[in-house]
């Protein structure tokens, strides 16, 4: 038996082996070089051929030059490996070789390995020597379940096909046989068969390959093509296989033009996307998750594990919510926490559901971030608080009143009391009765004072609480400024001195309690610049004026903290604030802003850090269609005339009050009930003027009207509503409809009695 010795780097420790196999009469050639290989094998087929093995290199394209060789279909290919390393030879094993020998080599085991060698060959070289013609085509090809062609490895004629090859082609079997591929038109490229006969010739066979064809139609089918040496007819041919993919190939390609349109789907959604592997780590994300989570690019994302950017304590949620996902291929739906990459909290809905994505099982999220949501919830819950606080300082200025009423009543009647008992210039009184008198006077004088300035307040938180009333009128700005600096003196005195520099200036077309909204809020947010406790050092200034462009100028400034400029863009936002937490809600200067935009105006700021901010408001000043022309002069006093009053109020100190200011002038019938004082004008009694109060428990005043008009129009002319103010919107539009006049609670005694006079003048 002729043996061959493939050797790498001389072999010598194989001098042994090659002794013995002589001694057992083989003949045996070796060889250090692969490249002398070819050589050798021209002086005569060898029955064996021995690969020396035992390094890290490859022998796999060695096999597969070995096995392309003339005759070499029937030699037996053993390889020499290193004992307890062979499993690293099984490459080779699949490349075409048949055998493995463990060096160093026990003689047993060699004696029998050549034994089989010798067998295995022999057999082989009988089955060269059989005429496969006609059995070759009626059974390999016949049973083969793909396309299967035969070639001659000469000229390349197909000698032999299945039908399934034909199928293939849309060729009929009588222009395929004697023919090449090549005349047939077969390949889509001539580069396509270079790169499939270079393969060829240089590993001796073709594994998977992907072949694109042409049929006689023109339809491209794709292949995937397995060639190898084959003796056929006594000559060496090429049998191939080839395997129609074209339906896997479409496939595919609609699977990566489906995935190409879902990563352009999900890149361009204004949604967060991200998919998720089933270990729950980060596949993919569009550009709204980088940027809602604060990264730069989505490389940074990639890998991450879902625990990494939701709170740990949320975890337990979301990992359940997938893999119930996963497991029965619902969509789940959870509001969310995802941590922002500054360690900030960003709150989501998500819709979580499974789908495949690159060809792997993956799961989707979906979600749209609420913080715009939220923020409009805050911004609501904000706008009820306001309208309720609201309307609790209307109410409670409505309380407040009443008593006010009488308070201020009894005053200005005890101080007039005391004046007729001590008049002015008198020496009749006894020196200790004059000092006490006169200190009751003082403190009396005193006390109305203080009614005054409670008056004051209740009447500019009215003006601010009517948060509801959106109706535009001709507004005195600086009526609305000295209200609201009213109300702002408890937070400035303590922080800065006041400085008003308040120019006459136009009116403006506007709703005087938002405007009030606008300053009072300048003014705080000037105090809260402010430090507490040095209000010597410091300055808040209000000053009006006539811009150069006619319009009403007013600008609140400060000698706080400043402003940054890297701020100064954002401070119209709505939620941005300069504040510490808690402090502020970010939405004031927002809702100033649309106040005097909506208006027609324009509001700007002014800061420099550490030396304080200006605000200037910029408003059209109101249109006038006729010249302002100056008020006619009073007219001369009319005599007193005593009249026949009515007063109606559910308060009996307010009733006693009025009762105890105008019976010196007037006959007075007081009534806490609409209903006692409706039965007396039913009974027919009459009267000059009927003061009635709006908000009273049973009959209102409004209901009182209503009977006077539809029974008595003449006594219901003569009415004259008191309130301690509108506080609902059905009173409001009440006294807007109805052409009696109405006075504000409390109200001076000297006012009640003119406006009694004018009344009984006209009547």
Not at 292 to 298: F, R
Not at 599 to 605: M, R, S
Not at 738 to 757: C, D, M, N, T, Y
């Amino acid at each position: 038996m002729r043996v061959l010795i493939v050797t790498q780097g001389g072999g010598a420790d194989l001098a042994p082996l090659e002794g013995r196999l002589r001694e057992q009469g083989h003949t045996v050639m070796t060889v250090t070089r692969e490249a002398d290989v070819p050589a050798a094998w021209r002086s005569g087929t060898c029955a064996l051929v021995m690969v020396d093995a035992r390094d890290s290199t490859s022998r796999v394209p060695l096999v597969r030059a070995l096995r392309s060789l003339p005759g070499a279909e029937a030699s037996v290919l053993m390889l020499l490996g290193r004992r307890g390393e062979l499993a690293a030879l099984r490459p080779s094993l699949d490349a075409g070789a048949d055998d493995l020998l463990a060096w160093p080599v026990e003689e047993e085991e060699l004696a029998l390995r050549l034994e089989l060698a010798q067998r295995r060959f022999t057999r082989r070289e009988d089955r060269r020597d059989m005429s496969f013609g006609n059995d070759l085509k009626d059974t390999l090809l016949a049973v083969s379940p793909v396309p299967t062609s035969i070639t001659s490895i000469s000229d390349g004629r197909v000698v032999a096909a299945n039908d399934f090859y034909f199928q293939l082609l849309d060729l009929p079997r009588d222009e395929v046989i004697g023919r090449t591929t090549v005349e047939l038109g077969l390949w889509r490229t001539h580069s396509d068969r270079a790169h499939v006969v270079e393969r060829l010739r240089h590993h001796g066979t073709v594994r998977g390959m992907d072949v694109d064809y042409r049929t006689r139609g023109g339809e491209l089918r794709h292949t995937l093509l397995f060639m190898g040496m084959v003796s056929y007819g006594g000559a060496p041919h090429v049998i191939s296989f080839f395997p129609d993919i074209t339906a896997l190939k479409r496939a595919e390609e609609g699977l990566r033009r489906s995935e190409v349109s879902f990563r352009t789907l999900i890149g361009s959604l204004p949604d967060l996307v991200a998919v998720f592997d089933t270990g729950a780590r980060v596949r993919y994300a569009n550009q709204k998750v980088v940027s809602a989570l604060g990264y730069e690019s989505v490389d940074e994302l990639l890998g991450k594990h879902i625990s990494d950017i939701i709170p740990p304590e949320d975890f337990a949620s979301a990992d359940a919510r997938m893999h119930e996902a996963l497991r029965t291929g619902r969509a789940a739906l959870q509001e969310r926490r995802m941590v922002k990459r500054d360690g900030s909290v960003l709150h989501v809905e998500s819709t979580t559901f499974p789908l495949p994505f690159d060809g792997k099982d993956s799961i989707v999220s979906v979600s749209h971030d609420l913080t715009e949501r939220y923020q409009m919830q805050g911004r609501l819950m904000l706008a009820q608080r306001m309208a309720s606080v609201g309307t609790l300082a209307a109410g409670v200025a409505h309380e407040i009143n009443n008593p006010l009423a009488y308070l201020t009543a009894n005053l200005a009647f005890a101080r007039e009391e005391l004046a007729d008992v001590l008049p002015a210039g008198s020496r009749s009184v006894e020196p200790r009765l004059a000092e006490a008198v006169g200190s009751a006077q003082a403190a009396l004088a005193e006390a109305q004072q203080g009614a005054d300035r409670v008056r004051s307040i209740v009447r500019d938180l009215k003006t601010f609480s009517r948060v509801d009333s959106a109706e535009s009128a001709e507004v005195d700005i600086r009526q609305v400024l000295e209200s609201t600096l009213n109300l702002a003196t408890t937070e400035i005195r303590h922080r800065a001195r006041l400085v008003k520099q308040l120019d006459e200036v136009p009116s403006v077309v506007g709703n005087e309690s938002r405007l009030g909204q606008v300053f009072l809020n300048l003014l705080v947010n000037a105090a809260q610049a402010i430090p507490a406790g040095t209000p010597e050092r410091h300055e808040i200034r209000v000053v009006t004026r006539v811009a150069a462009n006619g319009r009403v100028f007013v600008e609140v400034s400060d000698t706080g903290a400043g402003i940054t400029q890297e701020h100064l863009p954002r401070l119209f936002d709505p939620f941005f604030t300069t504040k510490e937490p808690g402090v502020g809600t970010g939405l004031g200067l927002s809702i100033c802003h649309s106040i005097v935009t909506a208006l027609g105006g324009e509001i700007h700021v002014t800061s420099e850090p550490g030396k304080g901010s200006a605000f200037q408001v910029l408003l059209p000043p109101a249109q006038r269609t006729e010249p302002v022309r100056p008020p006619p002069p009073p007219p001369p006093a009319p005599a007193e005339r005593r009249g026949r009053l009515l007063v109606v109020d559910d308060e009996p100190l307010v009733c006693t009050a009025l009762g105890r200011t105008l019976r010196p002038h007037h006959d007075v019938t007081l009534s806490t009930r609409a209903q006692e004082a409706l039965a007396r004008i039913e009974a027919g009694e009459r009267f000059d003027v009927v003061f009635c109060d709006l908000m009273m428990p049973g009959m209102s005043g409004m209901d009182f009207y209503s009977a006077l008009q539809a029974r008595h129009p003449e006594q219901a002319r003569r009415v004259i509503f008191l309130t301690g103010g509108a506080v609902t919107a059905q009173a409001r539009a009440f006294l807007e409809s109805v052409p009696s006049p109405h006075l504000e609670k409390p109200f001076a005694g000297r006012e009640l009695l003119s406006l009694i006079q004018e009344r009984l003048a006209h009547a």
